[in-house]
């Protein structure tokens, strides 16, 4: 990994919109785990505000993603989230 991509001072905060079909959900990135391959979200939904823990996973490209959903069928990619504001 560069040094550039284990900074997890680049994704601090940034935020990720996703439509699930039913509602828009979005993702703000509290913490990124290197060493663990995990990420920390609060995801809000409907008005709900919720916070977990997920397990990264490198893709053939090596992009990094997390699996979301209820049966985490959803890939989202790290490099996806933007800083609030840009």
Do not use: C, H, W
């Amino acid at each position: 990994m560069s040094k550039k991509e284990t900074s997890a001072n680049k994704y601090y905060l940034s935020e990720f919109s996703y439509d699930d079909g039913e509602y828009e959900i979005t993702f703000n990135i509290i913490d990124l785990d290197f060493v663990n391959r995990t990420i920390t979200v609060a995801i809000t939904r409907a008005g709900k505000i919720t916070q977990n823990t997920f397990p990264l996973f490198r893709d053939y490209s090596g992009k990094l993603y997390f699996e979301f959903g209820r049966f985490f069928e959803n890939k989202i990619d790290i490099n996806d989230f933007a800083k609030v504001g840009d």
